[in-house]
C-alpha cells in the first residue's frame, strides 16, 4: 500500500509581474466550492495577485440549502 509522501504545499514566494520580482505573498480564501476551496496569492508590497489555487476535499460531502 503506497502512502502520499506530501500533503498540501503552500507558496512563500512567486514572481510578481508589477514588481518584476520574486515576492513574499499573502494566500486568501476566494471561494467555498462544492469540490474545494478556492484560494488567492498576491504581492505583499503591490497587492497584485499573482496565482490561485483551488484545494479539493478529500471526502466528498454535499452542501444543501433550504
Known amino acids: 500500500m503506497k502512502r502520499a509522501s506530501y500533503g498540501d504545499f503552500n507558496a512563500t514566494e512567486l ?17 467555498i466550492l462544492s469540490n474545494g476551496d478556492k484560494y488567492d496569492y498576491s504581492c505583499v508590497f503591490c497587492g497584485t495577485s499573482v496565482g490561485d489555487k483551488t484545494v479539493t476535499h478529500k471526502d466528498n460531502f454535499k452542501i444543501t440549502i433550504k
Open 15 to 31: 514572481f510578481c509581474p508589477a514588481c518584476k520580482r520574486a515576492v513574499p505573498v499573502r494566500k486568501k480564501l476566494l471561494l
